[in-house]
């Protein structure tokens, strides 16, 4: 087959052949969807290349049971938790696709021209012998995902009798009356159910042939149709049991059941929160577009997140998400974005000030245990302002720890206050600090290269240093609203 040219994008162009017959002089073959994605797995590790590129946190785990899978032509279903990052890894098992596949041009079935499967595939290729058009499909175009709801029906899925094909003369019995269902016109490629056990049981038995014997039933008759597709299912492991919502056989179907979790080490968290966090938005030239979110405080929000999962007042069957985490930095990014146009910044750069603000915004994220009293909304508040304070001392205790800020303290002996909040600017705050000993050493354990300090950056390393030795009961802090107050 010829070589597709590769654009600017990084898609390739399509390949030449355009009918049956060049198809077929190119030397092209018919290769199975779950063969095709086996071959494209064993040469990504043989070349010691990502397999699934862009999944954090599975690499010892959960991906080396979906490449034996994968490799044993299983279908699956992952279980687990919501955000742990189960639909991300099932979208990107499209990468382990060929860029391009051939197709009979207007197939509903995607129906590979080497390998025929329904009638009117057939009737096209006896009436137009190598002429018949060939058109080409990108591996974007051959994944399908439906998420599971009680209305799901089996038309929606499999597929229904058209009205107005029988009455446009055809049989009941006619294949050609059929008007397919999501799972058919993703033939020759991905389908994804998420939520399976949500589907109502009736609909889950119409699964069972899909999964097996590859073909599909439709108002009381078989459609023969050898459907080529990996179905890979999601669904929580409360729900995915025998006392749950999801029938036994269709349990029995799935080769393979891999289990998901939130990401293990706090590098991982931190590493998931810039892969996934959008908070630099780049509308235009304005530097309100470009904020700079420090290190420290990815490393509080990931620290936080982790201390919510396993807080015993949470509801562990539900979890918390990896949105909890992400959603709050992009909250804290927003937070410093509105100082920097408030206040005339030149440059937004977060602070441990904009942390409060993700408290509220972020508390329908977590499901509490035992939740119900006319007081919860306050004690809930309390709980997450509890948590946020504890990760951020564990992070001034691992960067900060043995770095002498006795100068900076010194600062408050003779009665000085330092006054901050999220309006208050950069130069304001410096200004009530004046020269900070220790600060060029300061920065360097918050990550900030050398050379390229700011006075932004220093108010986060100072406000973050001043929270610390507040949090390590060595200074005295006052809240109101917006307002804080660090004093001796």
Same mark, same amino acid.
């Given at each position: 087959?010829s070589?597709?040219? *590769?654009?600017?994008s990084?898609?390739?162009?399509?390949p030449?052949p355009?009918?049956?017959?060049?198809? *077929?002089?190119?030397?092209?073959t018919h290769?199975?969807?779950?063969?095709?994605?086996?071959?494209n797995?064993?040469? %990504?590790l043989?070349?010691?290349?990502?397999?699934?590129?862009?999944?954090?946190?599975?690499?010892?785990?959960?991906?080396?049971?979906?490449?034996?899978?994968? /490799?044993?032509?299983?279908d699956?279903?992952?279980?687990?938790?919501?955000?742990?990052?189960?639909?991300r890894?099932?979208?990107?098992?499209?990468?382990?696709?060929?860029?391009?596949t051939?197709?009979?041009?207007g197939?509903?079935?995607?129906?590979?021209?080497l390998a025929?499967?329904?009638?009117?595939?057939?009737?096209? /290729?006896?009436?137009?012998g190598?002429?018949?058009?060939?058109?080409?499909?990108?591996?974007?175009?051959?994944?399908?995902?439906?998420?599971?709801?009680?209305?799901?029906?089996?038309?929606?899925?499999?597929?229904?009798v058209?009205?107005?094909?029988?009455?446009?003369?055809r049989?009941?019995?006619?294949?050609?009356?059929?008007?397919?269902?999501?799972?058919?016109?993703t033939? *020759?490629?991905?389908?994804?159910?998420n939520e399976?056990?949500?589907?109502? $049981?009736r609909?889950?038995v119409?699964?069972?042939?899909?999964? $097996?014997?590859?073909?599909?039933?439709?108002?009381?008759? %078989?459609? %023969?149709l050898?459907?080529?597709?990996?179905l890979?299912?999601?669904?929580?492991?409360?729900?995915?049991t025998?006392?749950?919502?999801? /029938?036994?056989?269709?349990?029995?179907?799935?080769?393979?059941?891999?289990?998901?979790?939130?990401?293990?080490?706090?590098a991982? $968290?931190?590493r998931?929160?810039?892969?996934e966090?959008?908070t630099?938005?780049?509308?235009g030239?304005?530097?309100?577009?470009?904020?700079?979110?420090?290190?420290?405080?990815v490393e509080?929000?990931?620290?936080?997140?982790r201390?919510?999962? $396993?807080s015993?007042?949470?509801?562990?069957?539900? #979890?918390?998400?990896?949105?909890f985490? /992400?959603? #709050?930095l992009?909250?804290?990014?927003?937070?410093?974005?509105?100082r920097?146009?408030?206040?005339g910044?030149?440059?937004?750069v977060?602070?441990?000030?904009d942390?409060?603000?993700?408290?509220p915004?972020? %508390?329908?994220?977590?499901?509490?245990?035992?939740?119900?009293s006319?007081?919860?909304?306050?004690?809930?508040l309390?709980?997450?302002?509890?948590?946020?304070?504890?990760?951020?001392?564990q992070?001034?205790?691992?960067?900060?720890?043995?770095?002498?800020?006795?100068?900076?303290?010194?600062?408050?002996?003779?009665?000085e206050?330092?006054e901050?909040?999220?309006?208050?600017?950069?130069?304001?705050?410096?200004?009530?600090?004046?020269t900070v000993?220790?600060?060029a050493?300061?920065?360097?354990?918050?990550?900030?290269p050398?050379?390229?300090?700011?006075?932004?950056?220093?108010a986060?390393?100072?406000?973050?240093?001043?929270?610390?030795?507040?949090?390590? *009961?060595?200074?005295?802090k006052?809240?109101?609203?917006?307002?804080?107050?660090?004093?001796?």
């Amino acid at each position: 087959m010829s070589h597709p040219r *590769r654009t600017v994008s990084g898609v390739t162009e399509t390949p030449a052949p355009t009918t049956l017959g060049e198809l *077929r002089g190119s030397g092209a073959t018919h290769v199975g969807v779950k063969a095709e994605l086996r071959t494209n797995l064993l040469a %990504r590790l043989a070349a010691g290349e990502p397999t699934l590129p862009g999944i954090v946190g599975f690499d010892d785990t959960v991906l080396p049971e979906v490449e034996r899978a994968l /490799i044993a032509g299983h279908d699956l279903v992952l279980l687990g938790e919501r955000g742990q990052g189960k639909t991300r890894l099932i979208r990107t098992l499209v990468g382990l696709l060929d860029e391009w596949t051939p197709v009979l041009l207007g197939s509903e079935l995607n129906e590979h021209p080497l390998a025929p499967v329904s009638v009117w595939a057939h009737r096209q /290729i006896a009436e137009h012998g190598d002429a018949t058009p060939v058109g080409w499909l990108h591996r974007s175009d051959r994944f399908g995902e439906k998420l599971a709801t009680p209305d799901t029906s089996v038309g929606d899925l499999i597929g229904d009798v058209d009205p107005i094909k029988v009455a446009e003369g055809r049989t009941l019995g006619d294949p050609e009356t059929v008007h397919y269902g999501l799972v058919p016109r993703t033939n *020759r490629g991905i389908f994804s159910i998420n939520e399976l056990p949500d589907l109502a $049981e009736r609909i889950q038995v119409a699964l069972l042939n899909v999964l $097996e014997e590859r073909d599909i039933q439709i108002r009381g008759y %078989r459609v %023969r149709l050898p459907l080529d597709l990996l179905l890979v299912a999601s669904a929580n492991p409360e729900d995915y049991t025998n006392r749950g919502r999801i /029938i036994t056989p269709l349990k029995d179907r799935f080769g393979a059941e891999v289990r998901t979790h939130y990401p293990i080490e706090l590098a991982d $968290e931190i590493r998931l929160l810039h892969q996934e966090a959008h908070t630099s938005w780049g509308l235009g030239e304005s530097a309100l577009d470009k904020p700079l979110v420090p290190e420290h405080l990815v490393e509080i929000m990931a620290r936080f997140t982790r201390l919510v999962r $396993e807080s015993s007042q949470v509801d562990q069957r539900s #979890g918390v998400s990896a949105r909890f985490a /992400i959603a #709050g930095l992009e909250t804290v990014a927003a937070s410093a974005v509105r100082r920097a146009a408030v206040a005339g910044e030149t440059r937004p750069v977060a602070r441990v000030v904009d942390l409060p603000a993700v408290v509220p915004a972020s %508390r329908g994220k977590v499901e509490f245990a035992d939740s119900g009293s006319d007081d919860d909304g306050e004690r809930e508040l309390e709980i997450l302002e509890h948590l946020l304070r504890q990760a951020t001392a564990q992070t001034f205790r691992a960067r900060c720890g043995g770095l002498d800020l006795t100068g900076l303290q010194e600062h408050f002996t003779s009665g000085e206050v330092v006054e901050s909040g999220d309006l208050v600017s950069a130069p304001a705050l410096m200004g009530q600090v004046g020269t900070v000993p220790n600060l060029a050493q300061l920065l360097g354990r918050l990550g900030v290269p050398e050379g390229e300090e700011s006075p932004e950056q220093a108010a986060a390393a100072v406000e973050f240093a001043l929270e610390g030795l507040w949090l390590t *009961r060595r200074l005295a802090k006052d809240t109101d609203g917006g307002r804080t107050v660090y004093g001796s």
